[in-house]
Structure formats: structure tokens, C-alpha cells
């Protein structure tokens, strides 16, 4: 859509965007061309001007933000679990007993998983403890 300003500018506007605004705010195309204009400072609008100078007095901006000094994070300190330890050792160690030479076994983390492929097949064995439950 094609619209001539006042100061004799033309200015084209998509058909797509006026469509959308007239559904989406129930206004009319009129309204709708207004809205754009205004929005892209084509024209201005006394109620939005009022408001930006009252933000200026009050120093408000866009860009006004809590600027908070960005800090480092401290790196986790991992707490060892010797019991889980020991017991995907022994698992570890039983199952490449068991499978002897036909099976791949590989412990991906020392506490937690253990992978193994046998017969072209993968299986994981995830290793988790529960939190105590109080007694009711």
C-alpha cells in the first residue's frame, strides 16, 4: 500500500503488515496505517510524546537497566561417592568376566555409567542412588 505523508513523501507500506494489524487489534485500515507510521516515526503522536518527555525527566530509557558487575562462578567442586566407586567396579569387573572377550565393556563415568556392546547391540547401565526416605 502506497501512502503520500503531508510533506508529500510517499511511503509504501506491506499489504501483509496493515492485515495483520486490523486482525490483530481490531482496528480499521485506517487506523492500521496510522499505527505503522507512528511506529516508524514516519509521524508523530502527541500522547507518546508527552510520555517520552515525562521518561526523560525522570532519566528512563530504553536502555535503562539494574547494571549488576558480572561475577565469576566458582567451579563445583565434584564430592567423590567411594561406595557408587567400588560398586561399578565390581559390576565392571564382573561383566568382563562374564563376557570374557565377546563383549565391549567401557565405564564412562566412574560413578555412574557403564557401557557395554555385545553382539552389535549397546546397552547402558546408569548407576543411581536415592535419597533416604524419612520413616512416617
Known amino acids: 500500500m502506497l501512502v ?14 496493515i492485515d495483520n ?5 481490531n482496528l480499521t485500515r485506517e487506523e492500521a496505517v496510522t499505527l505503522w507510521l507512528e511506529d516508524n516515526e514516519y509521524i508523530s503522536n502527541p500522547v507518546v510524546e508527552k510520555l517520552e ?6 532519566k528512563i530509557s530504553r536502555e535503562a537497566r539494574a547494571i549488576k558487575p558480572k561475577t565469576e562462578r566458582k ?26 572377550d565377546s563383549a565391549t ?8 555409567y557403564i557401557d557395554i556392546c555385545f553382539d552389535y547391540r549397546d546397552f547402558t547401565i546408569n548407576l543411581v542412588e536415592h535419597r533416604r526416605r524419612e520413616s512416617d
Not at 21 to 25: A, G, I, M, P
Not at 105 to 112: A, F, G, L, W, Y
Open 4 to 17: 503520500k505523508l503531508e510533506n508529500g513523501t510517499s511511503v509504501s507500506i506491506p499489504n501483509t503488515t
Open 21 to 25: 494489524y486490523v486482525n490483530k487489534y
Open 53 to 58: 518527555k515525562k521518561a526523560k525527566e525522570n
Open 75 to 100: 567451579a563445583r567442586e565434584k564430592k567423590v561417592n567411594e561406595l557408587k566407586k567400588t560398586i561399578i567396579d565390581i559390576i565392571s569387573d564382573s561383566l568382563e568376566k562374564y563376557f570374557l
Open 105 to 112: 565393556i567401557s565405564v564412562r563415568n566412574d560413578e555412574k
